[in-house]
């Protein structure tokens, strides 16, 4: 249960009216243990142009949450309670028609793997310009029209050579090709928000630091706000402005994304940023050790849906916890900690 | 892009080329695109791995790694070039003797959700390569497999499990258990952490090096991670449209990048900083894709 203290003002560190806020968004799943809870009382908010970016391992939620904005969760899950408000319209509480609208238009999502969320049998420029037909029909009533508004999405997500691209196949373009594509798909509408899962998990290094300087620059000149899951910390703490750490369908962290790596409050995100190994030893936000030291581990793995543990859910694998009566027992509240960070952790300090 | 002079100096002696385990030299690999044009994947390729040492192999995708690590085991055939393992010529073995070879070189692979048979026990998993090299059999074998599943950390009971049972980290450790099944003396992890999440990642990471540190076994490593890659291995080699445009300690590649191409490399992963702040980043060039 979150305290009051959770209850009171939002903490983020964004504008007076957030473009989203989420409100304790649960999202329930049917499955083989019966129907159980996977997204749990999930709050967060972002600004425009900002940028959140959601990690922890596989299986805590981060991409039900996603799917669970844009409401395109899967029919075995539905979701359970919560609000999720963008632009001041609260979402849940609008038929399926209106959050149709919204939906590409002012929010939109690219995936993880573009060779398979593209149409293999549509030509690049196709995609886009069928994105541009449902958003805004007005904009291109010619063929000319048309190709010339999509050339124009093209060049906006800095494709080289976009009058080649528009008319070749997915499987023509290369993976970053590829993601780009998706993004222009997804900005067709003029979305203010981006949910990226993964964006960049398929694609080579050098690959990825061209989309992610692309992201960039679509914040900086139009003010694009981006939900970026992931988890690969490295990416986040170039990324984000603020990062929320999810773990077994609980936000246990949350806060400026550097002050959260440098100096992580939850044990949870300690060992996350722990276990990563780092390309200049000594570097690390940790300082640890250099190579051929084992790196820390998380003991165990993530909790399954329906046989989560009593408590604070992290507790088995806490080295802080595992003994700790409190945290076997009773599961933790939210608490606030200066510089707008949150956690929700028995030993940390309020 | 314009490619500066390859550097190819691992500071090898003649002496020390003797003792490595595998030595690679010149090694072509090419596929036919239909019709009479060819890909060379692998193009005039050189490396050598000591016993108990750790290789990293990285580049780009579709740089040819994949293909190097097959033609090393002799899944594909190789175009051109030698490969020495262990004082033998693998690319002339026939037979028993390629057999004994293969026994010696075992391979792990990226995703551990296609790499295990989903119809196989995990025991009768492990028991194949024990059964077709003919190394243990009844009680033996069954025996061997439970130490099998114990040296990565899984439970003896898993033998009687299917695949589906186990997490994608678990799974892995299966996937390493089947390739340490035969006591080999090289192990080839093609991008065997890649899938992982970072927490599982580091659990496997820790269980390669005591592997390489407490059997002497000599590791192949493939990744696009630099940081996994400098945390495991001694030696790197970049590759870059199939060839090896630098084979260096890693110390002295992370320290002072030879090629233009390895230097792009660590200032994507380092630049990452400056991306933010809207710097161009540094461009790998344009890759062809044929050769």
């Known amino acids: 249960m979150p305290t009051e203290r959770a209850n009171a003002v939002p903490a983020a560190s964004c504008e007076i009216a957030p473009l989203l806020r989420v409100e304790d968004l649960c999202v329930d799943v049917a499955g083989e243990w019966g129907t159980v809870r996977v997204v749990d009382e999930v709050r967060f908010e972002i600004g425009r142009g900002e940028c959140l970016a959601l990690v922890g391992e596989s299986g805590c939620g981060k991409s039900l949450t996603a799917l669970a904005l844009m409401s395109l969760l899967p029919s075995a899950a539905r979701v359970a309670g919560g609000r999720i408000v963008l632009n001041g319209i609260d979402l849940l509480s609008r038929p399926e028609s209106e959050r149709r609208a919204v939906r590409g238009r002012r929010m939109a999502m690219i995936f993880q793997e573009p060779a398979t969320a593209l149409n293999p049998l549509m030509t690049a420029g196709a995609q886009v310009a069928e994105a541009l037909a449902v958003h805004c029909p007005e904009a291109a009533r010619t063929r000319r029209a048309r190709r010339e508004a999509v050339l124009a999405m093209l060049e906006r997500v800095r494709l080289t050579d976009p009058a080649a691209c528009i008319d070749r196949y997915p499987h023509q373009l290369s993976g970053g090709q590829r993601q780009r594509v998706m993004i222009a798909i997804a900005l067709a509408g003029g979305a203010d928000l981006l949910i990226a899962d993964e964006p960049t998990t398929a694609?080579?290094?050098t690959v990825e630091a061209e989309i992610l300087s692309l992201l960039g620059e679509l914040r900086r000149t139009a003010g694009l706000a981006l939900l970026f899951i992931t988890h690969d910390l490295d990416v986040v703490s170039v990324v984000a402005d603020r990062v929320a750490v999810?773990?077994?369908?609980?936000?246990?962290e949350q806060g400026p994304s550097d002050t959260v790596f440098s100096r992580p409050l939850h044990p949870y995100t300690s060992g996350l940023v722990a276990c990563v190994p780092r390309i200049d030893p000594g570097d690390g936000p940790t300082g640890q050790a250099g190579r051929r030291a084992p790196l820390p581990q998380i003991e165990g793995v993530v909790a399954q849906p329906g046989a989560r543990p009593g408590g604070c859910r992290f507790h088995p694998r806490c080295s802080l916890g595992r003994d700790d009566r409190q945290c076997r027992e009773e599961e933790p509240g939210v608490t606030r900690h200066p510089g707008g960070r949150e956690a929700r952790c028995w030993k940390v300090e309020p | 892009m314009t490619l500066s002079i390859a550097v190819t100096d691992p500071g090898m002696s003649p002496a020390a080329e003797q003792?490595?385990?595998?030595?690679?030299e010149g090694l072509r690999v090419e596929f036919t695109l239909g019709g009479r044009r060819t890909v060379r994947a692998v193009d005039d390729l050189s490396l050598t791995l000591d016993a108990g040492g750790s290789l990293g192999v990285v580049g780009e995708s579709g740089c040819g790694k994949t293909t190097l690590a097959r033609a090393i085991l002799r899944l594909i055939p190789a175009a051109g070039g030698r490969i020495h393992f262990n004082g033998h010529d693998v690319l002339a073995s026939r037979g028993a003797a390629l057999r004994a070879l293969r026994r010696e070189m075992q391979i792990v692979f990226q995703d551990p959700y296609s790499s295990l048979n989903p119809r196989r026990t995990i025991g009768a998993t492990l028991a194949e390569p024990l059964e077709i090299h003919r190394l243990a059999r009844g009680a033996a074998l069954r025996a061997r497999v439970g130490l099998l599943l114990g040296r990565v950390g899984l439970s003896a009971d898993a033998a009687g499990r299917y695949p589906h049972e186990f997490s994608g980290g678990q799974r892995q450790r299966i996937a390493i258990a089947r390739a340490l099944?035969?006591?080999p003396r090289l192990l080839i992890c093609d991008e065997c952490v890649s899938a992982l999440d970072v927490s599982v990642q580091a659990q496997i990471i820790n269980l390669l090096d005591d592997l390489r540190r407490e059997r002497g076994l000599a590791l192949l490593f493939?990744?696009?991670?630099?940081?996994?890659?400098?945390?495991l291995c001694d030696q790197i080699l970049v590759m870059l449209q199939g060839r090896a445009v630098e084979h260096a300690s890693c110390d002295a590649l992370f320290r002072d990048p030879r090629h233009s191409f390895s230097r792009a490399l660590l200032d994507a992963v380092r630049g990452r900083r400056r991306v933010q702040r809207g710097g161009a980043p540094p461009s790998a060039?344009?890759?062809?894709?044929?050769g």
């Open chain 1, 203 to 205: 694609l080579d290094v």
């Open chain 1, 246 to 252: 999810i773990y077994a369908g609980r936000i246990v």
């Open chain 2, 19 to 24: 003792r490595s385990l595998l030595r690679v």
């Open chain 2, 181 to 183: 099944a035969t006591e």
């Open chain 2, 222 to 231: 493939i990744s696009h991670n630099l940081a996994v890659v400098r945390h």
């Open chain 2, 285 to 290: 060039g344009n890759r062809a894709s044929e």
